[in-house]
């Protein structure tokens, strides 16, 4: 598991990690009033619910995702809100590098056939999943696999059909797309694309298979 390292706890609580960019930085992809209104309101809404749930007692995110099923709804909707959220907006770049590269880009061509295949594979996960939800580009222990999951769920929660790390997530619920794009998701999906920073994304592959930052 990935640590985030602007997901900050402290005594009280996880404060709401910092965007690494302004809020305008990635239009006219995805634009300055979604992330405002993403960051400021769902993600900071995500982090009070946790630590109301939580009730002061802090956890490292670590624990209570590895453990979802010893808390209750509340925690495991705003646990994932939380983590997710944060993976999420770090892989966004207005500097983004717009095709793999890496070990990331050689295991994706073994894996998938090409980056094309592989970005529709990830695109129809991200359309195909009904209604609010994720979808996911993870390392398990068959390899890397895309899959989606519904509401904040995430594959490193026991109630994932598909068990591993995610080194990619991507929001689908409306609230990531609707002020620009309305009802089309797709349009959103290829936006996403244009705005994903595959440097990123290969420094958290590495850190999945390296092990690093981990306290085991
Ligand atoms: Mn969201």
């Not at 405002?36 to 995500?46: A, C, D, M, N």
């Not at 899959?147 to 689908?172: A, F």
């Not at 990531?176 to 797709?186: F, N, Q």
Request: charged share 30%.
């Amino acid at each position: 598991m990935i640590k985030l390292s602007n997901l900050i706890l402290e005594e009280k609580g996880f404060k709401l990690p910092s965007l690494p960019y302004a809020y305008d930085a990635l239009e006219p992809h995805i634009d300055k009033e979604t992330m405002r209104e993403h960051h400021t309101k769902h993600h900071k809404g995500y982090v009070t619910k946790l630590n109301d749930a939580m009730k002061g007692k802090a956890k490292s995110i670590e624990e209570i995702l590895s453990n979802i099923k010893k808390y209750d709804d509340k925690v495991r909707n705003n646990a994932g809100g939380v983590y997710n959220h944060t993976l999420y907006f770090n892989l966004l770049s207005s500097e983004a590098t717009t095709s793999p590269v890496g070990q990331l880009k050689e295991d994706i061509d073994k894996t998938f056939g090409s980056y094309q295949k592989f970005k529709e594979e990830f695109s129809n996960a991200g359309t195909g999943q009904f209604g609010s939800g994720w979808a996911w580009l993870s390392l398990t222990k068959d390899g890397l696999k895309v899959h989606s999951t519904p509401n904040q769920d995430n594959p490193l929660m026991s109630y994932s059909d598909i068990k591993g790390d995610p080194i990619i997530g991507m929001d689908v619920w409306e609230h990531a797309y609707y002020l620009k794009h309305k009802s089309k998701r797709a349009s959103y999906i290829k936006d996403f694309f244009k705005v994903l920073c595959w440097k990123t994304a290969e420094e958290n592959y590495q850190k999945i298979i390296n092990k690093d930052n981990e306290d085991n």
